[in-house]
Each structure stands twice: as structure tokens, then as C-alpha cells.
């Protein structure tokens, strides 16, 4: 998860006062949509050092740090032809666990280089190392929204537990501090410790999910809805302040929903908007789509697409917003004039985020008096 993509989790309930929001002209190449790097090294680093210090020394995190980074090697994947391959394959074999095996030996290979660490007794425990520290990788990235093919080849599904933001600071300075102290102390317990501290995080990030979902599942009774789908996200660097989408009679719903350690959830309500299936391309698109860009994105947006009420052509993700007030897509795609030498074009206004601290701040704390009981 890069920071770009973590702002647009801070996502956006739909406030029925807001303005709409206006494109802007430019458009970007996708980037990393993963967890950031520093989160990655710190997590498989510790691991691997608390794991297979006594055997390795220091060489045990440093093949964990870098075996963490390797997955994300797929953001080089993509083409100038198709600008959907990129998203199609980040997160994808690479991240898959039939996969962690092969990348270990990638990694534990470049020790081979030294002929101290080409007997068995060396090799294997480093890339047992190795290996511990990409599965991290893979399960960190499923536990939060973007989605993740663990099961590659066996099913394209993308795994996204929505069990923590992609950028959160408390969970990354807990892993360094722990890691920096048992390097420099030569011991495993504060990496120990710290690994601890970061499971017991994601427990509380699973169950304020479940909070959040049964709030949710109120507000859409007291409406009178019927939830068909939903999906529950939580917001940059916190578990307390989530973004709720549902499904009723073919519209998508947004919300915020605050819940407190210590106190009841509480609501902010929002707008809806149409869902947007292939059925619902104009006959222009539909005649555009040779290359089925519409159903490989929908599919990577696991169906949570709506058109941009400021630009219906753009066909937007609804999972991430650039605005806290209205439905601002972060990224989607626009389908191109028959001349143009792609069928669609990739739209990324990840960049255009800015984020208010005081606002996030006052949300987290429970000062915002947008929200209700």
C-alpha cells in the first residue's frame, strides 16, 4: 500500500450539501497499490529475526526484509497497449501463496554467492527466513481492502480482510522499535515483543470490523433497506473511523461510521449512487469494450463501480474517494474514441489528495459533529 492509494481510504461519505467535485485534466500511470514498503521490511524482517536469529545472526533479517519487498516486484508488469494489465497483475501471482516457496529461493539464492552459506545447514534455515518473511507480505496485503490473489492460479478471487488501513503508522513504529532494539541489542524479545503488539492490533482491527458491520447493518434497517452486499473499510492510520458501502435495489450506499473503543458506533449517513454493470455501458462503450476492459475492472473493483456524477463517462471505483464530503473517484477508467490506440484509458488522481489532520482528528476523537447516535 503506497501512500497515495491509503489516503483514498480515508474515503468519502456522501454528504447531501457537498458540491460535486470537477476532474482535473491530467492523467497518471498506475503506481504500487500495496502496503508500504517500510510496513512490509519491518513485519518480515521481524519475523525472520525473531524466528532464526540464533541460527543466522543478522543475516536472518536481512534476507526478511528483502524477501518482504519481492512481491511487489509486479508493478513492473504492464503495457503500453493495455493499460488494465498493470491492475490485473499487481497483487497478483507474486502475492500468491502457491508462490512464497520460489520467491524465498530468489532471495535466499543471492546468499549463495558466498561460499560460506552453500552448505545445507546455512542455506535452508535462510530460506525457511526468507520465505516467513514473504508470506507476511502476501497475508498483510489481504488484510486490508485493495483485494489479493492468494489462491492464484486456483481462483482469481482477491482476499481483502479490511482488518487494517494501508498506511497505519501505529502498527509500522511498533514493528521498527521492536526491530531496531533487537538488532542493536543482539536479543529476540523486543522483536518479539513488537510482533505481539502488532498481532494484538489486528485482532482490535478485526473486531472493531465487526462492530462497524453490525452499526452498519442498523443504519440500513432504520432506512428500510435490505443489504444485498456490503463492504466495510477502515480509514488512514486508525480502526476506529471505517467507510461502509452496501448494496440496496441496485444503488451502492456510503456512510461513515465511527466506533469508539469505549463507546457506542456512531453514524455519519450519505449518498448513493446508480451501480454500474456491463449492462448499463452505453451502446458506444459496449461496442469499444473488444477487449472486456469493463468486466477486468469491475472485477478488480469487486463490483463496487458507479459512474463519476461529475464525468459519467468516467466509470469509477467506489471503494476509494479522494473527498471526505462526496463521492470523488480516486482512480477508474473512461472508454476511448475508435481511433485511439487503447480501448480504454486509465484515470489516477491519487496524487490530488490532500488531507485535513484536524478533521481526521476530530473524527478519531469524536469531536465531529456531523456524526450521529
Known amino acids: 500500500m503506497d501512500l497515495p492509494a491509503s489516503l483514498g481510504l480515508f474515503g468519502a461519505p456522501f454528504s447531501r450539501q457537498a458540491g460535486t467535485p470537477q476532474l482535473p485534466t491530467s492523467v ?3 503506481s504500487s497499490r500495496a502496503v508500504d514498503p517500510v510496513s512490509h521490511v519491518v513485519l518480515g524482517a521481524s519475523l525472520a529475526h525473531a524466528a532464526f536469529a540464533r541460527r543466522l545472526g543478522r543475516a536472518a533479517a536481512a534476507a526478511g526484509g528483502l524477501a518482504a519487498l519481492l512481491p511487489d516486484a509486479d508493478i513492473f508488469i504492464r503495457s503500453a497497449q493495455d493499460p488494465l494489465v498493470a491492475i490485473e497483475y499487481h497483487r497478483g501471482f507474486t502475492h500468491a ?3 512464497v516457496p520460489l520467491g524465498a529461493a530468489l532471495v535466499a539464492g543471492l546468499w549463495l554467492l558466498s561460499p560460506a ?3 545445507r545447514d546455512r542455506w535452508w534455515p535462510l530460506w525457511a527466513a526468507a520465505a516467513l518473511a514473504y508470506l507476511s507480505h502476501t497475508l498483510l ?6 483485494g489479493t ?7 482469481p478471487h482477491r482476499s481483502g480482510w479490511d482488518l487494517i488501513s494501508i498506511i497505519d503508522p501505529i ?3 511498533v514493528l521498527a522499535a521492536g526491530l531496531i532494539l533487537a538488532l542493536r541489542r543482539c536479543t529476540l524479545i523486543p522483536a518479539g515483543v513488537g510482533l505481539g503488539v502488532a498481532a494484538v492490533y489486528l485482532g482490535c482491527g478485526a473486531v472493531q470490523h465487526g462492530r462497524a458491520l453490525a452499526a452498519q447493518r442498523e443504519l440500513a434497517e432504520a432506512r428500510g433497506h435490505r443489504i444485498e452486499r456490503c463492504e466495510m473499510m477502515p480509514t488512514m492510520a486508525n480502526n476506529v473511523v471505517w467507510r461502509g458501502l452496501y448494496v440496496h435495489e441496485g444503488r451502492i450506499y456510503s456512510d461513515r461510521i465511527r466506533v469508539g473503543w469505549f463507546s457506542r458506533p456512531q453514524t455519519r449517513g450519505g449518498w448513493s449512487l446508480p451501480a454500474t454493470d456491463a449492462a448499463a455501458l452505453s451502446p458506444s462503450e459496449q461496442a469499444r469494450n473488444h477487449r472486456r476492459s469493463f468486466e477486468r475492472f469491475s472485477w478488480f473493483s469487486e463490483g463496487w463501480v458507479a459512474r463519476h456524477p461529475a464525468d459519467p463517462t468516467m466509470l469509477a471505483d467506489m471503494r476509494y474517494s479522494l473527498s471526505a464530503e462526496a463521492f470523488d473517484p480516486i482512480w477508474g477508467i473512461r472508454f476511448t474514441a475508435p481511433s485511439a490506440p487503447t480501448e480504454v484509458e486509465w484515470i489516477n488522481r491519487s496524487r490530488d489528495r490532500r488531507v485535513d489532520v484536524g478533521d481526521m482528528w476530530r473524527e ?3 469531536r465531529d459533529e456531523r456524526y450521529g447516535q
Open 141 to 146: 496485503d489481504a488484510a486490508t481492502s485493495y
Open 97 to 99: 501463496l502457491i508462490f
Open 171 to 173: 502498527f509500522t513504529l
Open 28 to 30: 497518471t500511470p498506475l
Open 117 to 119: 552459506w552453500r552448505r
Open 149 to 155: 490473489q492468494l489462491l492464484w492460479p486456483f481462483s
Open 364 to 366: 478519531i476523537t469524536g
